[in-house]
């Protein structure tokens, strides 16, 4: 079964380059056999010549006009709507599932310092799970999402602030406001394009367009409305100062900026937090957190994971084993172990981590943490290897649970709707579907109303 946007399968016989041509040790034509077929695609470079015994067959379908032109490098070229490929740092190609692929037995021996395990010769331990000891191999590693834009909003083509700040104006001068206009414009345009209709806006009619807003709208479409004229370093960092400075701490919130933004856009909320607040985010962290949970925090917060998209096989069997060690195989937990692990490593590194750890003792990761840790250090630990597991199913998660019962977590779903809207959004529908059985668009709308479900409708981008 072949898909949109993938080439098709190698390995099959490419059409003869010229008239009928009998291949070494081939049959010859028959009497009376139809002539070649004109019109057929030449040869694909790099192609498998043909091999002997049948000859290629010609005949193939002529190029239609108006078609895709041929792809450089042979095979069909990318449909639209196709699956883009594979995303930077995903895992590389895997077996199929049920077989591990993998070689048995670790490689070498434990690193300095470390105790033998039992894929190592010479391990004493009989009660540790050797790598491939019999243990059913578990199921491969999560492929990250594949690689394209997989935002629901985008720039609208032409878009002119001067012009857009004329419709706001318009759309609330007089008596009343015209919801309709504002949804309309706000929703079709990129964050990008909608930052500037604040400076836009002040230029054109020396008012504040946020402040007019606030005179005219009113509740949760009031927030969402305001937080999508925020960068996206301004809106998190403004979201970490409410969840540390609001009532109670926001832990969840903490963990899911952090867990979730790259070295770059972590330091530059950084930079937004210090420079608004007036204190550090690191400051800030650790005057309103404790113990393990506010060393996970301050470790996420500096920004500085490693980025490079190569996998060190080697490495992470021995980290899976080090977690193991930490944790499982041990009275107590080292937390600082999976702290240093999950904080500093890459996110294409750390899939691989989860899965030979899951190779080595049959049990996942995200069940060993919360049978080892309690409180806010086991839900941030869990909550963070969930969001590099599978970035689209973590949030998913985070919003089934916000909409979940009775009243609705509004600014979870507004952030995430925003902040998703220009960056995965079509990975958490997908994930959203397959994990709840209904689409986002139908959960939104059944829970939801008013102005407020219109414009999150159009940062969802439609129903799957």
Do not use: W
């Amino acid at each position: 079964m072949s898909y949109p946007g993938y080439p098709p399968a190698g390995g099959s016989y490419p059409p003869a380059s010229g008239p009928y041509q009998q291949a070494p040790g081939g049959y010859p034509p028959q009497p009376g056999a139809y002539p070649p077929q004109g019109g057929y695609y030449p040869p694909q470079p790099g192609a498998c010549p043909p091999g002997a015994g049948y000859p290629p067959q010609a005949g193939g379908y002529p190029p239609q006009a108006g078609g895709y032109p041929a792809a450089p490098g042979g095979g069909f070229p990318p449909q639209a709507g196709g699956y883009p490929g594979a995303q930077p740092g995903t895992y590389p190609n895997m077996p199929p599932a049920g077989q591990s692929g993998m070689p048995q037995g670790y490689p070498g021996g434990p690193a300095p310092g470390q105790q033998p395990m039992p894929a190592y010769p010479g391990a004493q331990n009989p009660s540790m799970p050797g790598y491939g000891g019999g243990v059913p191999t578990g199921p491969t590693p999560p492929v990250a999402p594949t690689k394209g834009y997989r935002g629901s909003i985008k720039d609208l083509p032409g878009a002119d602030p001067l012009r857009d700040v004329e419709v706001l104006r318009k759309a609330m001068k007089g008596f009343g406001t015209d919801e309709n206009a504002i949804i309309e414009l706000l929703g079709t345009r990129s964050n990008k394009q909608r930052v500037p209709l604040k400076a836009a806006y002040k230029t054109t009619y020396g008012k504040d367009l946020v402040s007019d807003l606030k005179s005219e709208l009113k509740g949760d479409f009031e927030d969402l409305v305001l937080a999508m004229l925020k960068t996206p370093a301004h809106f998190d960092a403004s979201e970490l100062k409410e969840a540390i400075s609001g009532a109670g701490t926001d832990e969840a919130c903490l963990i899911e900026i952090l867990s979730s933004r790259s070295n770059a856009e972590i330091q530059e909320i950084n930079k937004v937090y210090k420079a608004e607040y007036g204190k550090s985010l690191e400051d800030a962290i650790s005057g309103d957190t404790s113990g393990h949970f506010r060393r996970l925090l301050i470790s996420l917060s500096q920004g500085n994971r490693d980025e490079k998209e190569t996998v060190d096989i080697s490495l992470a069997k021995q980290e899976a084993q080090k977690l193991y060690a930490a944790g499982e195989n041990k009275v107590g937990t080292d937390e600082s172990q999976f702290n240093a692990i999950l904080c500093a490593r890459s996110k294409p590194h750390l899939r691989q981590v989860f899965h030979e750890y899951q190779q080595m003792c049959g049990k996942d990761i995200e069940k060993s943490i919360c049978s080892e840790m309690s409180g806010n250090v086991e839900s941030g630990m869990v909550a963070v290897v969930k969001c590099i597991k599978n970035t689209g199913a973590y949030f998913a998660e985070r919003l089934h649970k916000a909409m979940q019962g009775v009243g609705t977590k509004d600014r979870t779903l507004i952030r995430i709707m925003v902040s998703r809207s220009e960056v995965d959004m079509l990975d958490i529908r997908q994930e959203y579907l397959r994990l709840y059985g209904k689409s986002l668009y139908t959960a939104i709308s059944g829970d939801t109303s008013g102005d407020y479900k219109k414009l999150l409708l159009k940062l969802c981008g439609g129903s799957d």
